[in-house]
């Protein structure tokens, strides 16, 4: 009988303690809004000669539409959200700097213009995309405080990288 209180009183406290941290996870801001965002799924289909020309297409018209409805303020695409999904690893190779294989690791997404407004993700340095970075024009990377202090000495507004390999990874897991 006294085991069995004992017992009970362990899973009630233990019980206790997961509640607690799951309410501390739960009230932690992430760095991005997760309230009044809707997310959905579509795989973005191949143009018949290869390249994605007509699916990022698609995914503009869906874009527009969405904006069109009233109610819905902005409205923005992504490869995957954040820690959800299947992610694009890449190596970051500074340009100029020797080229070390896997040692400069990061995880990349593709986004739309308004994905960091919509998201609310502060931009600390430089700037968002905007509707004029597209294929044909300079490119542009956006990257986490941590790539860029880890890569370049927190100063990477102007730099360049070069994309060697770039690998799928399971976020879901």
């Known amino acids: 009988m006294t085991s069995e209180v004992a017992l009970a009183l362990v899973l009630l406290v233990g019980a206790g303690l997961l509640i607690r941290t799951f309410a501390a996870i739960r009230a932690t801001h992430l760095g991005y809004e997760t309230r009044n965002v809707f997310t959905g799924f579509l795989a ?9 020309t ?12 969405l904006r069109a409805i009233q109610g819905i303020r902005l409205a ?4 995957s959200l954040p820690m959800a999904g299947v992610s694009i690893s890449m190596d970051v190779q500074p340009y100029g700097q020797p080229v070390r294989r896997r ?4 995880s990349m ?3 739309s213009d308004d994905y960091f407004r919509v998201m ?6 430089g700037r968002a995309f905007a509707r004029t970075d597209r294929d044909g024009s300079t490119p542009v990377v956006i990257v986490s405080e941590s790539v860029a202090s880890r890569y ?9 990288i070069v994309v060697s390999e ?3 990874l399971d976020r879901s897991l």
Do not use: M, N, Q, Y
């Open 44 to 52: 973005l289909p191949l143009s018949p000669d290869g390249s994605r």
């Open 120 to 125: 609310e993700i502060p931009i600390r340095k």
């Open 166 to 168: 770039l690998r799928f």
């Open 109 to 111: 997404d593709v986004v």
């Open 54 to 65: 007509e699916g990022l297409a698609l995914f503009g018209r869906i874009r527009e539409r």
């Open 103 to 106: 040692e400069h690791v990061a």
């Open 152 to 160: 370049f000495d927190g100063k990477a507004i102007g730099r360049r």
């Open 76 to 79: 923005a695409t992504a490869s």
